[in-house]
């Protein structure tokens, strides 16, 4: 049977090489080996490389995956009644919460409506580029954050609302799987997290992104952010950012 190696499996599952190495590390995916030990994939390994990739897009644990995947399916129609009830909770909550944001702008004056969609999508929207003017102010890294954003629509804040979902998720998994935030997958994402702030608003180096992430701890309405993401991300995120930050700066 035909095989391919880690990095073409990785390209046609769309994940990272360093995921692949962890799911047949803890035994999840094992992954075949050719005759100098390096990781190959076949059609198997491929189909459950997929099937995994798939419960964890509807919000499963790798620990919840094992059992699901172990053979005994009698257990499947359960935990997916009980995962779609939680989606059901999950949706009327933002449901709530869309509704109370929606009545709160309905009460603020027409003149202050326009001047919020006409002046900041990104402070309502995004937290990093809120977050860079109430810690810097009128500094170049804020005036580099509008001057960018300025021009973005509805394409772009679409773009990075996918992005900064992806990446909380991918920091939540890390998190419920109880990886260290000083571990290298936690780091990478930690690295994502501030690329996508340098990619999308303004240069965030080690430092500045380091500062961002006490306010991720320290603030109560970023701190609520993430805990609604995860609980115990907060404090995991700022962590792993503070890492990733001596990893990359001290070698």
Not at 144 to 168: D, M
Not at 227 to 249: C, F, K, P
């Amino acid at each position: 049977m035909d095989t391919i190696p880690i990095a073409e499996a990785a390209a046609e599952l769309d994940v990272s090489v360093r995921t692949l190495r962890y799911y047949d590390a803890i035994g999840l995916v094992a992954a075949q080996r050719d005759g100098s030990g390096y990781r190959r994939y076949g059609d198997g390994e491929l189909h459950r490389a997929r099937a995994v990739l798939q419960w964890r897009a509807m919000g499963f644990t790798l620990e919840e995956i094992r059992l699901l995947e172990s053979g005994d399916t009698s257990h499947r129609a359960a935990a997916l009644r009980r995962r779609a009830q939680e989606l059901r909770s999950e949706l009327d909550r933002l449901g709530s919460a869309l509704d109370s944001v929606n009545g709160m702008l309905e009460q603020l004056p027409e003149t202050t409506q326009a001047g919020i969609q006409k002046e900041g999508e990104a402070d309502m929207d995004n937290e990093y580029a809120e977050e860079a003017y109430e810690r810097w102010g009128n500094t170049d890294a804020y005036k580099e954050s509008a001057r960018r954003t300025a021009s973005y629509g509805e394409t772009e804040w679409n773009s990075i609302r996918a992005e900064t979902a992806r990446i909380e998720r991918a920091a939540s998994d890390l998190l419920r799987e109880g990886v260290s935030a000083e571990d290298e997958a936690a780091m990478d994402v930690a690295e994502d997290h501030r690329l996508s702030i340098d990619r999308w608003f303004y240069p965030c180096s080690y430092e500045m992104h380091t500062a961002l992430a006490t306010t991720y701890v320290s603030d109560p309405l970023f701190r609520q952010h993430y805990e609604d993401v995860a609980v115990g991300l907060a404090d995991y995120l700022s962590a792993a950012i503070t890492a990733n930050a001596l990893r990359m700066t001290q070698g």
